[in-house]
């Protein structure tokens, strides 16, 4: 058998990986991808929202034909202690665009649909086909993979990891080490089936509008963690996670935590009478800037999970994912263009473009905040606590004059978390924002 | 040798569930595959293709989308994949379906070679019924040998087989003269694994498309639902059982309180079986 040569050879059919592959094939690149599940999506979990600028950036026309759930109009906030919360609501009729910037999405549908988008552009996807090794000629050169399959070599210019959270390959090749347990999390989800109707009236939805929840406080039982839930036509994604050295210490358990929080006396009359048909886990990067791999190398480039690109704050990952794919396929192409090789040297024009892009200015921004919430609990606990009893003396009526509300509420903030606590928070909080 | 393995794509049987209200089967949502019986039929013919030389094509009937089990097919190592579809084949009981792929078997003998062996599996797991493939021989006169657990010799100069077949109360040896059809029985080999240039292959074959028309078929009154005298009088699902299944929380319990929990979940139903264990344990 004579060994195929392609001018790039993609890892992973995941929102980067597919960024990277599409990107490359419209412009008449030859593209091998290569996806361990059974198809492009079977592995994937996420919440999962579709942020649509990145989407658009890739396939302008996508609404046309991508499978979309509902169009977010209203964003909850909420702050959660055992029997309450506080939350933030924004709800925009603005929202109700001609090319909504949100949707609720399910990715086994969507990774499909993008998936296919991938093919009839021309790349060449095999599934069911692991990546066990990177390839490297006598100088270290990335030259192509080693795959499980019989036969299994393939060579390439080029390789872009996509290969997700784990990035097995890129470990095992010595591109970068493990995971640390303290900027992973570890998040599990449930889908609850539900008729339309009734998600709509629980929700005050009409047609496809549709409403996230993102929920932190006591849900997380004292660790560095947060929980969701998010509308789609006929279901309701319900999911919750914290860091994985917080899990290791607290010896609590994912789907312990998912069962508190659904009976939660906030959520669970959103949930009654609903059918839970899939349950889901998943690592997420949160390591952020600061956690970072190197991103390229003679040879290589990492997208997507891989390369730590995910903005825990904002939650957003897939969005960054499909940019650093996009990106990635558009450094490729670049260099192709000008005929010069995919050495370490050329391939830093990547990072010379992600950094003009949100991608890293964000991470850059946010880089300090995964360490302070890691090293901060009190936002988790003793906040939304207070935040919860001080909203709870304000709105009883009880006989209680006012101003000795207000000296109750403040008595206890002090009590809670003394001045200097306080203010520290808040300077510590403030500088890790910045 | 050409070999001809005729398989289904079916919603995954295990997830497949019927609506309480309405009654019809809920397919939404539920992942398809190939029907796990044909694959035993797809290994077996690959082996005999590997020992014999000579190509295998798989043929399915189904709505366009039946293409990926096709490409899978494709994967494992099949040589050639035909999609036989068309609006006209909707709807078509077992009657019909051994209508339409008989001349599609027929137009494939024509254009790829005859083949002296067709493949199926034993049946389907969404319909159960194992007509298919028996309709199959019927119509074109292949001599059939069904519920094969292992094909003991093929003299392909001699035109003959011979096959253990699994039967009530034993094992048949039997043999026959080619054209054979053969329905396989599950278990009896494992699916291989493509190498990586099945998998290229797979990704960049192009399946074989026929309508009906392309097939040389005509009399589209025997095709579909027009073609199908089976009628479906009414779908249920089966009643479930008097017992009721209870949940027992595990959250938070140690092993003793758990059991505790167990126990006392089992006497809230069966009050008798306390007092007879309660009357165990005082020695009476």
Known sequence: MIEEKFDAIVVGAGPSGNAAAYTMAKEGLKVLQLERGEYPGSKNVQGAILYADALEKIIPDFREDAPLERHVIEQRLWTMD???????HYRSDDFNEERPNRYTIIR?????????????????????????????????RVIGVRTDREGGTAFADVVILGEGVNGLVGQRSGL??????ETVALAVKEMHFLPREVIESRFNLKGNEGAVIEAMGTITDGMTGTGFIYTNQESISIGIGCIVSDFAESGRTPYGLLEAFKRHPSVRPLLEGSECKEYAAHLIPEGGYNAMPELFGDGWIVVGDAGQFVNAVHREGSNLAMTTGRVAGETVVWLKRRREVASKANL??????????FVMKDLKKYRRIPDFLHRNKQFFGVYPKLLSAAAQTWFRVDGVDKRAKEKQIFQSFREGRTLPGLIGDALKLARSWR | MHIVVCMKQVPDSAQIRVHPVTNTIMRQGVPTIINPYDLFALEEALRLRDRLGGEVTVLTMGPPMAEDSLRKALTFGADRAVLLTDRAFAGSDTLATSFALAAALDKVGREFGVPPIVFTGKQTIDGDTAQVGPGIAKRLGLNQLTYVARIADLDPAAGTITVERR???????LQTRLPVLITMLEG???IRRGGLDDAYRAARAQVVRWSAADAGITDLASCGLKGSPTIVKKVFAPQGRAEQVRQVPTIDRSADELAADVMAAIFQTQPALEEDLLRFAAGQ
Do not use: H, I
């Open chain 1, 82 to 88: 055992d029997t309450s919360y506080v939350g933030m």
């Open chain 1, 348 to 357: 830093a024009e990547y990072q010379r473009r992600l950094e003009a892009t």
């Open chain 2, 188 to 190: 009896v080999n494992e």
């Open chain 1, 176 to 181: 970068r080490p493990e995971l640390k347990p």
């Open chain 2, 167 to 173: 039967a009530e109360g034993g094992l048949q040896v």
């Open chain 1, 108 to 140: 086994a549908q969507f990774d499909k649909w993008f998936s296919g988008k991938v093919r009839e552009a021309g790349v060449v996807l095999l599934c069911e086909t692991t990546v066990t090794e990177l390839l490297r000629d006598t100088q270290g």
